[in-house]
């Protein structure tokens, strides 16, 4: 059932990609940011409320913000920095550089995962899985030799560098992921709400530096509907993918290899949309990633 869940948080984020490339193509970078988280943390508001003052009719619906320590608090905090990093590299990055290339190169993150799944959790790889992962990151080798077809050296663009530190940290909190959902057990939309508090705090902080106080900068800015829709599909991920995380089972290396199934939706119609360049010959590498997911999937040894 987690394999569904999983599948299902690929799915929103691979709309979410779409519409976060619209709402930073031509824009100020960390107001988008900052918009998107305030909508996800707004959206899960009413929840918080409602547990407040109806909490029996939040648990009939599984929908109930938990009290937690304070503890728990500085772990949610740690996520919240993970994340926010990631994102403020990833929305930077994906600001000058096309979707069909920026998305594959996320799509390494599972390769991280795979190495930290197996030294902090245990988790054992199959033969074909191991080959599976090195499909993966031979199919993202061969997206850098089209991006120069571009304009783009992925050996002297920042930006490059900016997607690859952003996909680290984007993986080392999937895997911290999984120590806040199975050991300090807490449930998606707990985790949702105060991560969403927290990211939206230090956002506000960064923006107090490099946005707030420059006029050019605010005149910039331009909102879009895709702002909000980016905060709503990524609660939606978030939810379907902690759901997973719930499971006993569920093995974090797969879980994150099932999402990369969002590369489908955010290389087609993301060419297609934002009419970028070689589509068809980004569909070689994506075949190789596809068919390194589905090693991952159904290996059973």
């Known amino acids: 059932m987690w394999m569904y869940s999983g ?3 690929a799915l929103f984020l691979g709309l979410h ?5 619209h709402a930073v193509r031509g824009n100020e970078v960390f107001p988008v940011l900052l918009g998107t988280i305030t909508t996800g943390f707004l959206l899960l508001l009413p929840l918080y409320f409602a ?4 909490p029996e009719y939040m648990d009939n619906l599984g929908l109930t913000i938990t009290r937690i320590p304070w503890s728990n608090h500085g772990f949610i905090v740690i996520k919240s ?3 926010a990093g990631s994102w403020v590299l990833a929305y930077q990055a994906l600001k000058h550089l096309p979707i069909t290339i920026v998305t594959p190169i996320r799509s390494a993150g599972p390769f991280f995962t795979f ?4 030294f902090i959790y245990r988790e054992s790889p199959t033969g074909w899985q191991w080959v599976g992962f090195f499909l993966i990151i031979f199919s993202v080798f061969l997206y850098s030799r089209i991006g120069k ?8 663009n920042k930006w490059i560098f900016a997607i690859i530190a952003a996909t680290f940290l984007g993986a080392s909190s999937g895997l911290y992921d999984k120590f806040l959902i199975q050991n300090l057990q807490l449930n998606p939309q707990t985790l949702q709400f105060w991560f969403s508090w927290y990211t939206v705090l230090i956002l506000l902080v960064i923006l107090s530096i490099n ?3 420059y006029a050019d900068k605010r005149k910039a800015f331009i909102w879009r509907w895709s702002i909000p829709a980016v905060g709503i599909l990524l609660v939606f991920a978030d939810y379907f993918y902690f759901k997973a995380l719930q499971d006993p089972d569920a093995l974090i290396m797969l879980l994150s290899a099932i999402k990369r199934s969002q590369i489908l939706i955010a290389v087609v119609l993301g060419g297609i949309i934002f009419k970028e360049q070689n589509k068809r010959r980004k569909l070689i590498p994506l075949a190789g990633i596809m068919i390194g997911v589905a090693l991952i999937l ?3 040894g």
Do not use: D, Q, V
């Open 51 to 54: 547990s407040l003052y109806a």
């Open 115 to 118: 190495i930290g799944a197996i």
């Open 298 to 300: 159904y290996s059973n």
């Open 7 to 9: 599948l299902l948080a």
């Open 211 to 213: 946005w707030f106080p």
């Open 149 to 156: 077809k571009e304009g783009i050296n992925f050996k002297n």
């Open 17 to 21: 990609n779409l519409c976060k490339k």
């Open 81 to 83: 920095m993970l994340m």
